[in-house]
């Protein structure tokens, strides 16, 4: 009897996971990890906005390596899972190839653009927010010279630090800005060691502000600024928090918004390329009261101006991606 | 470049040398009592793992030093009644501990931190990063030679001194002699009524606690927390350097050094620009970044001369056929 009882229970069960498995949103998260305080803990956090509002719940997998692309996408959309969110570049080829075997799946990639029907390609103007903490960095920096800290060397993060290197040239024309990238494959995105190192050798070299464009190993670069008692610059998510008083700001990439637009629009999953602006809210600067008194009124003002002055139009700030050049910065 | 930037490259070089300096030593002992130990990763990664939790839960440094230690001979433990006890093949053995490594400090990372692997952050319990500069009130910035010499945390020490001691220890006592003996004849060992099996489980439990430095020296040192896959391949580039040193501890300092010097300068420069002396080349930071691997194939590949390794090395000991 209770044998059958705990049998029947368990079948009603699978049958309700099945039923809401129907219409769960899945989000992969890149090589990073999800907990790497940073682009891929902003999508985590999107997620769970959109869980916690509307009481759903969603699927998630981690990638720990690049032969699992494929097998993974392939695995949650034969689920049933829709839209399937995944969080960064190195997914575009795969989602391209995959993508128009699910034609009933709605697809959405995070700074990418992939041409399919059934996919929403959402990218990012990083380096408009980049100018932004560029031109803090700039105002902050008392020995004229700041760095930038990639993580894997591909184009997009070039745009991080081109609009940066703008921003730093805006505030101060003099300035001297090293550029350093950690690596040139997926494990640039989690060698906090290395990181510490570059900024420890980039504080050698006169740095006083390191801005952290890479992932997990930003968490490295943000410690050893911290030790080396100089500023630094986190990204995508708002890590002020991470070291009081050391974080001057955080270039904010709102992929949170992103992952919770998707989710929330679900299986009617508006597809084609979405750009998230300055003007659109989808990049910024982080304040709040761990930076508040490391960012002086006079930098405030001016980084508003500036922030006022890309929306209209009146401060054009180059995208390295467009022509794979730099003005004002070499790689 | 001037004086600052080679003092701070060669101050990089100690801090990236030591992991590998304490894992090529640990090496050294496994190898040279005719244990071969590809498990120096897995051993490193499980002591990174258990030190940086351990100093998380209780705020103490020297909890989490025992604890990775532990962490390490554990494996040890494993790695010696498979190879030593049971006679079983040593490199596969040693393939297993680094998997098994690999996958359990994420597990047990996730399940107990709920970080996805990592470790959270230390404050209290990592390890002084400058403790003689403190002791002294000097401000390592201001000299930077001092600070080339003194700014360092504890274990950059102890992996340096490691190197005379182990000289000593292999060549001057009665231990090392029957230690070198049993790698290169363990049936004379045997004859001369000296236990094998006892001098070859003595020596894995050294290569332990080396291990176990060289991972905490990673976790709580170098960073503040554990992160996934954070040796890197140390563990291997550790045993690159134990065949260039043909398995002798004063040549491993120097290829250490080497190994680490490499790195040093592939984090301070990305390209390498020629031109400034007068060749119109410039050195792709993807060349910098490779160098260590590329140095490590042609090491391998014989340059170096002849290393013959112990001649016992791989091999169970079998006391009667």
């Keep these: ?331 | 470049m001037d004086l600052i930037a080679i003092l701070q490259i060669l101050e990089s070089t100690i801090r990236m040398s030591t992991p590998l300096l304490f894992a090529c030593l640990a090496g050294l002992y496994s190898e040279r009592a005719g244990v071969f130990d590809i498990g120096l990763e897995g051993k490193m990664l499980a002591a990174a793992f258990a030190g940086a939790a351990a100093a998380a839960v209780t705020g103490s440094a020297l909890a989490g030093v025992l604890a990775g230690i532990g962490a390490a001979l554990i494996l040890a433990a494993v790695h010696g009644l498979a190879s030593i006890t049971f006679r079983g093949n040593q490199l596969i053995s040693g393939v297993a501990i680094n998997f098994f490594a690999s996958g359990l400090t994420i597990v047990l990372g996730a399940a107990w931190f709920g970080q996805g692997g990592q470790t959270p952050a230390l404050s209290e319990g990592r390890l002084a990063q400058t403790p003689i500069l403190d002791l002294f009130g000097i401000d390592g910035h201001a000299h930077p030679v001092l600070e080339l010499f003194l700014g360092h945390g504890i274990l950059v020490y102890v992996a340096l001194l490691a190197v005379p001691f182990t000289w000593w220890l292999l060549y001057r006592t009665r231990f090392g002699l029957r230690l070198r003996a049993v790698g290169e004849n363990p049936a004379a060992v045997d004859t001369a009524g000296v236990s094998v099996v006892r001098l070859r489980y003595a020596a894995v439990g050294i290569t332990a606690v080396l291990c176990g430095l060289a991972g905490v020296y990673m976790s709580m040192g170098l960073n503040t927390s554990f992160q996934r896959e954070m040796t890197a391949g140390r563990g291997y580039i550790a045993l690159a350097a134990l065949i260039f040193a043909k398995w002798k501890p004063v040549p491993a300092l120097w290829a250490c050094l080497l190994f680490g010097f490499l790195d040093a300068i592939s984090i301070r420069f990305q390209n390498i620009d020629l031109n400034g002396i007068g060749i119109p080349v410039v050195i792709p930071g993807q060349f910098t970044n490779a160098l260590p691997f590329i140095l490590t194939v042609i090491i391998l590949a014989g340059f170096v001369g002849k290393a013959i390794p112990p001649r016992a090395g791989g091999e169970p000991y079998v006391k009667e056929r």
């Design chain 1, 1 to 331: 009897m209770t044998l059958m009882k705990s049998l029947l229970g368990a079948s009603a069960l699978m049958a309700l996971t099945t039923v809401s498995a129907l219409a769960e949103p899945a989000i992969i998260y890149d090589v990073g990890g999800k907990n790497d305080k940073s682009f891929n803990e902003a999508a985590f956090n999107g997620a769970t906005k959109w869980a916690t509002e509307t009481g759903g719940t969603f699927k998630e997998l981690e990638m720990q390596n690049e032969a699992q692309r494929e097998q993974a996408l392939r695995q949650l959309a034969e689920s049933g899972a829709n839209p399937i969110v995944m969080t960064g570049f190195a997914f575009g080829d795969t989602l391209n190839a995959v993508a128009a075997d699910y034609p009933e799946t709605k697809f959405a990639i995070i700074d990418m653009v992939v041409d399919q029907p059934n996919v929403k390609s959402v990218v990012f103007t990083e380096e408009q927010g980049s100018y932004l903490v560029g031109l803090m960095a700039g105002l902050a920096s008392k020995t004229g010279t700041v760095g930038f800290i990639g993580g894997m060397d591909i184009p997009l993060i070039r745009k991080f630090g081109c609009g940066y290197a703008q921003g730093v040239m805006a505030a101060n024309p003099a300035a001297k800005v090293v550029l350093n990238m950690t690596g040139t494959d997926g494990s640039a995105w989690n060698n906090p060691v290395k990181g510490a190192e570059i900024a420890k050798s980039q504080q050698s070299q006169g740095a006083d502000v390191i801005y952290a464009a890479a992932g997990a190993t930003g968490v490295g670069v943000l410690q050893a600024a911290a030790d080396l008692k100089i500023l630094s610059i986190g990204v995508d998510s708002n890590q002020n928090y991470m070291h009081p008083g050391s974080v001057l700001t955080s270039m904010l990439k709102r992929v949170d918004n992103a992952v919770y637009e998707a989710f929330k629009e679900g299986a009617d999953l508006k597809t084609g390329i979405n750009v998230m602006d300055l003007a659109a809210g989808g990049v910024d600067y982080a304040m709040d009261e761990n930076n508040a008194p490391l960012v002086t009124d006079d930098m405030k003002a001016k980084v508003e101006a500036a922030k006022a002055g890309i929306i209209d139009g009146s401060i054009k700030v180059h995208d390295y991606m467009s022509d794979n050049t730099c003005p004002a910065a070499t790689f």
